[in-house]
Structure formats: C-alpha cells, structure tokens
C-alpha cells in the first residue's frame, strides 16, 4: 500500500494504528475511482513507476474559496456554513460585542479524524485537542445523546462521528470548527470529480467538461470546473493524473492590499503580519485574528465572507504520459487490471 | 532625497536649461535654452524622464521642471528619475522589480483562444514586494504585446504608476514618437486627474480615451475573463503560453524567462485591480468633500454633518453610462469563430449573468466584487434559472445575424455584453458607506429603467436634479448603512432632489415625477425589493412556464437587449474606444451596427 502521509503534517500524532485506519481508507479511495473505465485518473503508485526515465509532473489547481453559488449576503454565508460554503473550505467566525474578532478557515476532510474515530473516544479527543488545545469534548458532544462510544465497534464509530458533525459543537462552529462538513465538501466528492473529468471526450471544451459529466462536477462553483478542466485538458493530451500525496486542499494564500493601522503589510509573511495571519496543519487550516486598524483593500474587515474572497486555496495533481505509465495504469485496462502490488 | 531633487530640478528650470542625467546623484547637464527654442528637435533618451507628449499626432514636449517635480510614482520613481535611458523590456524590469519571483505576467487577447503561433497578444506586467522603498504592489503596471516568439527586446510599452501623495495614476510609454532615428524614448503621457470631467475631443490621442474615469481598465474583470488567460472554475486556460502545460504546441514564448511568472486573470482581479480600484475611489471622493483646508481632513459640523462638495460629479456614474465592464456567460458558446466544430454541444447550458438583467452589483451587493449594496439578494435570482442551450444560443446569434471575425459566431463564453463599470459601482457604494447618499437615495434611482443596467436615458436626463453641495451625516465606520432605520429628515440629498424637481414641475408621468415619487416614498428599498421580485418573477415564467413559444419569444426579447447594448457601446462617443478591433473581434454584432 502506498505510504500516504498525514494531511495535516502531523504524523497521525504518532500513533500508528491511526496511520493504518486512514491508509487502507485512502487506498480505498484511490482504488475505486482508478478503475473507472476509461479514465486517466489512476493509481498514485502508477506515477512513482513511470518508463523511460520520466518524471512525473506537477500541476497546482488553485481556486478562490468564496462560494460564488451561494445567493445570499456575506453574513449569511457566515451564519449558514452547512448551506454555502461549497468550495472545500469552510470558515467560522468569532465576534466579540458584534465586531469580528476571528476567522478560522479549514480544508481539513473528516476522514483523518474518522481514523481516529474508528480507534477510539480518546484517540479522536486527542486529534480535536491537537487542532483546539483545550478541547474537552465529551461523547455525547462528539457521537451524539445515547451513544456508546466504547462499545461501538472502529466502523461505527467513525460513521458515527461523521454523521453527527452538523450537531457537533466542536466543529459546528459553537466551539470551534474541525473539518469540511458542508454536503459537497468530500473525499469522495474530489476523487469523483477527477475520476469523471478524465474521461476523454471529444466533444466540447476543456472549460465546459464539469457540465457534462452530470453530479460528479458543479459547473457554477469556483473549484470543481478548474480542477475538471485540468483533468480534461491532461487526457486530451495523453497524460494520466492521480492526486499528489498528502491529499486534499491546501490553503495558499490570502491575496489584497492588507494594512494594519495604515501600514501596507504582506499578510502572507509571518515576519511583518505580526500574527494576525497563522497557518497551521500543513496549510489545512489558517486563522485571521482581527485587531483594530487591519483592513483589506482599505476596507475593516466585517466578515468571514469578504476574507473568503481573498483566500485562495489549490490542490496538487500529478500527471504523466499514460504510454509512460505502467501497463496496469493506463486508460482502458482499468476493469481488468491488478492495480499496483 | 526626493525634496533635494525637486529643489535641483527647480533651479535649472529658473535657468532655463534641463537635465538630462543624473548619475549617482551628480546631475550632468547636456541641453541648454537651444532645444527649448527649436520646433521638433529630436531628443535622445536621457537617464531622467524628459519629455511629454500629450496626444499620439503631437510632437513630444519638453516636461517643465515643476512638471517633473509633480512626478511623484513608482515607476517614475524607481526608471524614470535617472534611470530614463533604460528602453529594453529587461533592464526595465530590473529597475521596476530585480527579484522575478516578484513580477506577474498577465495575458489577454481577443485571439486569446486562438492557438495557431500567429499574431499577438497583449502583456500586462504586474508587481509586488518592494524596490527602492516603494511598494510596488498595485502602484506600477505596464502593458506590451508579444508574439509567438516573446517579447521583443525593444517593445513599445505603456505604463502607469499610483502616486499615493496626490492621488492620481500617471501614464508613460515608450515608443519611438519624436525619434528621427526611431530610437525608443520614454514620455508622460497624463495623469488621470479629472479624467471624468474630459470630453471625447479632450480624451482624442491620449490615455484618457479608454481610460475613461482615470483607473486602468481590466474590461473583462470578472469571471470568465473572456479574452484573458484565467483557468479558476472553468475558465480559459490559453496553455499554449504555459511553458508547465501538456500542449505539444506550445508557443517558443512560454519558455521564456518572463513567462515563468505567467499568472492568471483572477489574480489580476482579486489581488491586484480591485484593491486598486477602491483605493482610487477612496481618493476621488474624498477629493470631493469639504475640508478644514486644501490638506485637511474632511470638516464636520457641529452636528455632525459633512458636505459634499460636487455631488453631481461624483453621482454622474449612478444616472449615466459613465465606464463598463464586458460580461458574459460563465458557460461557452461553443460557436468561437477560432474554435473547433467539436466545441459545440448543443445541449450544454449557458447561464445569462445576473448583471444582464439589473445592476446587482450594487442591489445585491457581495458576490466577487464584494460591495456592500443594498442587500436585496433577490437581485440574485436571475442566475438560478435564467439559463439557455447551446443549441438556442445559436440560433439567437443566427437570428441576429451577428459577425465574429467577419463570420457568424460568438465570443468563447457566451452572452458577452457590457455592463456598469465596476470601477464607478465601487464609487457610489463608497458614497453608501460613508453616508454621502443614503440606501433610499441608491435604491430609488436603481428603481428608475431597473431592466436597464446601463446605458438607460430614463436615469441619464435626471442626473441634473441633483445638487453639487449638499451635506450629509456619516455613517460611522464598520456601520452597514442598510442597518440603520430610515431617517428622513436627515436624508439631505434626498431633499435637495426632490426639491429641485418640484422647482421644475415636471408633468405627472414624466421621469421626473417617477423619480420624485419614488424618493418620496416611505421606503424605497422595501420598493426596490418587490420591483426586483415582480420582474424576477416575469422573466422566469416566461422562460419557464410560458411553453416554446413564449420561451423562443422571451429569449429574443432579451438577445435584442444584448444586442442593442452592444450597439449603445459602439456608438458610445468614448466607450467605442474600449473595443480596440474595429469592431471585427471583440464582441458579436450585426454588419450594419
């Protein structure tokens, strides 16, 4: 199994076990959708055995994290994470006396700490801790009113746990917020989408593929069409795709004219934001604390909404030749294939 | 430094004799009175900025030296100073920004989909970090064209750079005007002050004919960026000019050192233009208000009330086609006349922007531009269902008989058409927030001709009822103005107007009279609300439930709107400037338009 490595650059928090859970759950993943038929997405291990002394190439996806869908005001889109926040990254603010005091941005997926959840009550408490320290979540916070956590086998725990994130204060935004939650935002979601989107087509364009590929792609959202297209333009130039290892979407950088007490800052330097910007979890999670006197583009700022505006964030595609790919690998074989040993 | 400098220019300008070149500080002076005197003397290109031209027919000037002291940019700054002599696109870059990982490359043409290694595209040069002690971000931009090759080493470019201190862009370019050799020399060719107030015979053969209010012009800001290379969310990726992409035929330029910082038209937008824009607006309005004195603060009354000092200048934008943006469909056509016959799905949806069917911008607010706006989200709407086929949109384009190129087709992204400028939209919700004019004043004149986003003379020829001064409570700042409850008997303005039309008398009916109903009443944002929802309402029955025919019907009602928008354009006395190809590439139109 390919060694897939923590997202959030914490080495599972040394616990191998955990390690184990979300591997086998991944390769899952990377599993079903390689063998879509007649898809050039494939195999991760495919792009490490390539012919002829090639190297794979990298190709960043990067998009804005506003949802341009939502038909609502910047404080609803706030207010409502569940029903708007469909760009795989979501966001809750913090206010104090109804100024904004702080924005917490995730990319984070609830399968790493599904793992967790599967393991068990104390395992997932140490994950949430390791995000929130000072988290003390209880089991019914975490499972929901009536659950046994320590007599639920790892499977249902961590269906559990998934299930009952909307309720979960710990990321529900009450207490804090953990992972993706909004209905789009899954694994599943994003390998679904590349899977369909590299499926060579002959009719249309690159850009108009994400409407032709039926629910696997949302044509009027800001990720799915750029990474779709992506997809699509690699097939249609023969290269099969995977996505890069650690998986998922990364947080790249805040884009605008940022001033604190009208002095032009860059916002993404560490050195001269003086904290006001932190990344953390391996660019999976950031956090915009908002004192006095910071603007963006001249502007206080008021809402979660407006930074999300200037919040780009992009996932990480590798490709290569598909006659380069391993024979098991390439576009055709998929049904039939060993897959990689 | 800069004080030292502008005092040594001053002096040799009471001497009359110019500088030519400073090098390490030490001024070198080569031209005397002589070429002050001598119509058409050709000047080589010195190491400081020395010459104007004020129209492209006109013969270069010599700058005055309180003209060279009233230069106070980046650009200027960082090349023109004493570094002038520098013409090749490389030592230019070096002296704007030496770290390349600090330059972006944007690209745009109306050939932009056009893959074939013909022809040319158009560069815009963008920077951040900082050189010198400037701030390069947003304050320096140039613009050249390149062909398949890249850039040639001595390309004609035009540049401008944001003088923070007065609030103003200023305009150079390098070319060969003036030059008996053909040598390369750069000149300044304006500032964008009062740009707004110039006529079309005053913009003739300067920068200010496109750039209408001043502002660079992005005209397809926002997303899709037709003609622009872009790539986020389904938008055009031209990867003939990525040296990282797959293309097998990719131009010898891509693999040139400047396309290594090839960015997309989404980063020009959100991370270079807008905050441009707004801080430009910042400038213009506050420009307008009333001062303790010329560098004061804005002055206040012992009410609490300030005065706007050119109201009518300042809400011209709001009544009149003033700047446009060009939007269009997220979705493509399919038709492109550079395209392939497999681009075309018939089947495929095309969604009509919001902004065809009002000014959502500033009735919604929010979306990508991020205005404040009335909130009235219901303006929104138009995008969830207001969505037509490949198949209808072709036969819309046949219907209209509309040319691309010299032959039938349509932009890559479909129902390409103008709209209210975003720079001037930006203007007026800066004048919402700040309490210049209240949410009833915007949301009554949005009322008037509201199918009309743009180019309406129902709004144009009431523009003149609203006074230069007036006064007005601030909103305090991080305060939503559409939170506040009405207030009347403060609404200033709104006073003044309807006042001014009631000195007119204006017949019952009239446009007038509409408008003074509207701001007299109790709450014209409650109003503006249900106008939006009946005609949301209208527009989609017809699409939806109104059967084949009442569809086909309603489609061609609001093509021949597209169609005659774009028309108004072409004809517009200074917005026919923005279309730069003669009317062959930019949008569709019909022969006789």
Redesign the interface.
Known sequence: MFPYSDPAGRNFLDNNAVADIFRQQLQGFYDTFARRVNSGFTWLEALDQLSGGQAS?E?S????S?P?T?????A??DRDRFEYQDEYVEWRTETNQG?LTQVTFTTEFPEYFEAFAALGFNDLVNAIQDVMPGANPTVAELFGRGFNAASSPPLGRARMFRAHLQENPWNNGEKGILCLTQRFNTLNALFNLLAACSVRR???????T???VGDACG????????L???AQ??VR???GLSLRDPTGVRIVKL???WRINNS?I?INDPAQNQGSWVMSRNARRAVLTIEAGLT?????V?TG??IA??LQVAADVL?APDAALPEWARVGVESSSRGPE | MRASWRKFVALLDQSRVRVTGIIRGRAIVLAGIFVLLVPGFAYAQSSTLQLKQTRNESQPQLLTAAEIANLGDPFFNLLLKDKADKVMLADVLDAIQPNASNRHLFVVSERIVQKARMGFRRAVLAFDGANGGETLKGNVMLSLSFGPDGFPEDSEIEAWGWDDQRGRYNYYKLDSAGSPTGAMIWKFRGSSEKADLQTPAERAGTCLRCHVAGAPIMKELFFPWNNWHAGVGGSFVADYLDGNSSNPNKWPAANTPPFERLSTADKLETDFLIPTFKRFNRARLNAMLKREDANGTPSSSTAGRMTMLEGSRLLKPLFQATEINLISSRNTSGIHPFGSAADFVPTLGIQIPASFFLNNHLIAGGGTGGLGGLKLTNANEFSTFAKLSQQENKDLVEKFKLLLNGVRGDTHFAWFVPEPGFVENDLIDQALQLGVITPHFLAAVLSLDLEAPVFSDTRAELLKFVPDQFEFIPVAPGVDPVTLPRDATNDLLTQAVVSRINQADPAPGTNADEFRKLLTSPDSVDDLRKRVQVYVNRVKEALDSAGPDGRKAELERLYGLLVERRRLMQMHPVLQNLDETNGQLLMPLRAED
């Open positions: 190439q190709v996806v990067g998009w804005s506003f341009i939502a038909q609502a005001t910047d609803l889109i100024g002959t009719q249309g364009t690159p850009e108009n994400c409407s032709l044509p009027a959202r800001s990720s799915d069409p750029a779709c297209a992506t333009r690699s130039g023969n290269l884009d605008g004219v032009t860059d963006v583009d001249g502007s206080p008021r909404a407006q505006r200037k490709a």
